[in-house]
């Protein structure tokens, strides 16, 4: 075969062989391979060799060989291999070489052969496709994280490189095509903002996880965890995404970024995910706290509450009714469902609106009768 790459060739050969020299005194000494017996469609039986489960459970031993030290050293040489020893340094008690291209390469050779008894071409039909990952000039790297609380029809599109994927259950996927000497995406941050941004669509209580499911040119990268607070499901009923709040997350996913550069919109998102999870009081107090922070300003709650009514309602009996729906929030009492629809709404708003403090003169000038109100586009969008 055409090696482009001799000295790697020679160092993960070498080590395949020291591994297969370990898993086969296993095998000799008593170890038992573990099988999935499988019922095919046509009536015919297979038992199946699990041989990547086994060498994953040798891991620190097979960590521990020589070869395996040598691998590690000369793949630390390639920056083609800096993707997968960035998506996971730091994480588990092994080095993230050894995990995410030794074990894995070891499983395909294995496979490949059908046991633990070495074959040349076996080795060599595995290290080709590997190198032909490593050394491509663009990769594909894929996080898949499953979701609950919502159901859909179709894929839907949330933004560039991520989607809503429907196969037994919702599926959100992060895809990127990366350069020669890029690294992977910081995916369970990507995954908990689009979660915030389809609870903030929808009201539905999405969650993802509890881990995700990494792919590098469909070859397995790693198990990553997602974030708590995604992770974590709120109360309620599900609900089904259609194409008109897929756009509207997909719009709020966009500028959930602009948050990093205003704090008091950050506080605002941060304060009303958390009120999700919590009991009273703290869920009225979370609440309270969040309208302060999205449209209060130095005036504070009150005039968070007026400036809030302004924006949702499209008409006078309309804003009367929103102002209402948030004075037990102003009153210090136990906000109902409507009051906490009433400050989800508010943050869609103002992230839609894009300039926040624009966004509050604009409403102060709406109040005292100088300009209309503001369009709204959650009431355009979602309703």
Do not use: N
């Not at 903002?193 to 990268?221: H, K, M, N, Q, Y």
């Amino acid at each position: 075969m055409a090696v482009r790459v001799p000295h790697l060739y020679h160092s993960l050969r070498c080590f395949c062989l020291a591994a297969f020299s370990l898993l086969g005194a296993d095998v000799e000494a008593g170890d038992d391979i573990p099988f999935a017996f499988e019922e095919h469609a046509s009536g015919l039986h297979e038992y199946r060799p699990l041989l990547r489960s086994y060498v994953k459970a040798r891991a620190h031993r097979l960590g521990g060989l020589a070869d395996a030290r040598v691998a590690i050293e000369e793949l630390g040489r390639e920056w083609a291999a800096a993707v997968y020893a960035t998506a996971h340094s730091g994480k588990g008690t092994e080095d993230p070489l050894l995990r995410t291209i030794l074990l894995p390469l070891l499983a395909d050779v294995a496979e490949a052969a059908g046991g633990t008894d070495w074959r040349d071409d076996a080795f060599d039909r595995a290290y080709a496709a590997f190198e032909e990952t490593l050394l491509g000039e663009h990769r594909v790297y894929t996080a898949l994280a499953p979701l609950i609380g919502l159901s859909a029809g179709s894929r839907l599109e949330l933004g560039e490189g991520l989607c809503l994927r429907v196969e037994r259950l919702c599926v959100l996927e992060v895809e990127r095509t990366l350069g020669a000497d890029a690294t992977a995406p910081d995916a369970p941050a990507e995954v908990a903002d689009a979660v915030s941004a389809l609870r903030l669509a929808t009201a539905a209580p999405v969650a993802a996880g509890p881990v995700l499911f990494e792919r590098l040119d469909w070859r397995p990268l790693g198990i990553r965890p997602v974030l708590p607070i995604a992770a974590t499901e709120p109360p309620g009923e599900p609900t089904r995404l259609d194409a008109f709040r897929a756009r509207l997350a997909g719009d709020l996913l966009a500028r959930l970024g602009r948050a990093e550069d205003d704090p008091d919109l950050a506080e605002a998102l941060d304060r009303w995910e958390l009120s999700l999870f919590a009991g009273e009081p703290y869920r009225s107090e979370q609440l309270r706290e969040a309208l302060t922070a999205l449209l209060g300003g130095p005036e504070g709650l009150w005039a968070a509450a007026l400036r809030a009514a302004v924006l949702l309602g499209e008409t006078g009996a309309d804003r009367a009714a929103e102002l209402d729906r948030l004075r037990a929030l102003t009153r210090g009492e136990p906000a109902g469902i409507a009051a906490a629809e009433a400050v989800r709404k508010a943050i869609v708003e103002a992230l839609a609106h894009g300039d926040r403090p624009a966004l509050i003169e604009s409403l102060d000038e709406a109040l005292i009768g100088v300009r209309p109100p503001p369009a709204g586009y959650f009431a355009a969008v979602a309703s």
